[in-house]
């Protein structure tokens, strides 16, 4: 079982930057891929970054490549974002999840097993 706790939203002015931070409780942390994932109110839920367990593969939606950074601290068990240039279409709440078990795409949410309550993230024009 692993608990999932986001902080570090809030409110930007476009263009800006922001960290989010996802702490997991547990001592097997490093063994689970980690993903952020978004939400945007009236819109379903999208893929944002994935991490994999020792950091040494990212992926990201083409949305998001070149301004946000996933990166993780297995010795902390926390995985972060790293938001640059934010645009105002970047507001939603953001989630980060846990992946267990191997899976051929984590971009997709059925992929991962546990899920944080989330964060906001405003981004004002």
């Known amino acids: 079982q692993v608990q999932l706790v986001e902080s570090g939203g809030g409110l930007v002015q476009a263009g800006g930057s922001l960290r989010v931070s996802c702490a997991a409780s547990g001592r097997t942390f490093s063994s689970y891929v980690m993903g952020w994932f978004r939400q945007a109110p009236g819109k379903e839920r999208e893929f944002v970054a994935t991490i994999s367990w020792r950091g040494g593969s990212t992926s990201y939606a083409d949305s998001v490549k070149g301004r946000f950074t996933i990166s993780r601290d297995n010795a902390k068990n926390t995985v972060y974002l790293q938001m640059n240039s934010l645009k105002p279409e970047d507001t939603a709440v953001y989630y980060c999840?846990?992946?267990?078990?191997?899976?051929?795409?984590?971009?997709?949410?059925?992929?991962?097993?546990?899920w944080g309550q989330g964060t906001q993230v405003t981004v004002s024009s």
């Open positions: 999840a846990a992946a267990h078990n191997y899976h051929n795409d984590y971009s997709l949410g059925r992929s991962y097993d546990y």
